[in-house]
């Protein structure tokens, strides 16, 4: 115990004075090419818990959300664009994006614990789930669609009668925003008894 | 030559960049994420403006 502490003393003491056997140009140069090196990997990494690999490579992911997801417009369509699992459910910019990587450590709680591990589990929480998300469009202005669908780009003589109409009125005064009227688009709706709750529960 | 204290300050750096700085890193950016998660919960959620 003693040595122990007497060797900590001898770095701390060493970390507090000039080194004499290493340059300031050793050790400024080598500290900058390791922040480098870091910043590389902590950006890989946190793009590597952004794809949709990652996201579906737990059952609970893959086996409901994701084959949902598989039969809409957003993942299979003529034009070859696809919007993947963050590209709606994690914001882009850092701050949020952050912020949501730290609230999944509740997700790795609700793995580790079986929340949603089996199908009716999901299903009795599918609401829950569908309402969180729909919040969040709804607080964001829809931030997560209109990353790719520009309103000022939409050619209304193109959309169906009903679209046109919709758009060009609540959606352009910004009384209304996309989730308000496209719920259910990419995963199934929760579905509901005659008495209001979700089947499967 | 003191080789001990060479070996000491080469120990030292060592751990400063690899072990310490990136540590330290992660804590403060993981440490700020959770306090926009907690600032979210209460102000609800970000209006992306």
Redesign the interface.
């Known amino acids: 115990m003693h040595s122990l502490i007497d060797l900590l003393k001898?770095?701390w003491r060493?970390?507090r004075r000039p080194?004499?056997?290493?340059s300031l140009g050793f050790?400024t140069v080598?500290?900058f090419i390791?922040?480098i090196l870091?910043w590389g990997g902590?950006n890989t990494l946190l793009e590597a818990t952004n794809t949709q690999t990652f996201c579906t490579g737990c059952h609970e992911m893959h086996d409901n959300v994701y084959q949902e997801l598989r039969a809409t417009i957003h993942y299979t369509n003529r034009s070859g664009v696809r919007a993947k699992c963050p590209d709606c459910h994690v914001?882009h910019k850092w701050?949020?994006k952050?912020?949501r990587?730290?609230?999944a450590s509740k997700e790795v709680w609700g793995k580790v614990f079986g929340s949603i591990d089996t199908r009716e589990k999901f299903l009795e929480k599918r609401k829950e789930l569908a309402a969180r998300e729909w919040?969040?469009l709804k607080?964001?202005?829809s931030?997560e669609c209109r990353n790719c669908h520009e309103f000022d780009y939409m050619d209304f003589t193109r959309q169906s009668k009903r679209a046109s109409e919709a758009h060009s009125t609540s959606l352009e005064r910004g009384e209304k925003t996309c989730i308000d009227c496209h719920k259910g688009i990419a995963h199934r709706l929760p579905e509901l008894t005659p008495e209001g709750r979700p089947v499967g529960g | 030559m003191d080789e001990q204290r060479k070996t000491e300050e080469r120990r030292s750096f060592v751990f400063l960049t690899v072990v310490m700085a990136p540590v330290l890193t992660v804590m403060v950016v993981s440490g700020y994420g959770f306090a926009v998660w907690i600032y979210q919960l209460l102000a609800g959620p970000p209006t992306g403006g």
């Open positions: 001898r770095y060493t970390i080194s004499v056997y290493y050790l080598g500290g390791a922040g870091f902590f914001p701050t949020n952050i912020a990587k730290m609230q919040a969040r607080a964001n202005d931030l």
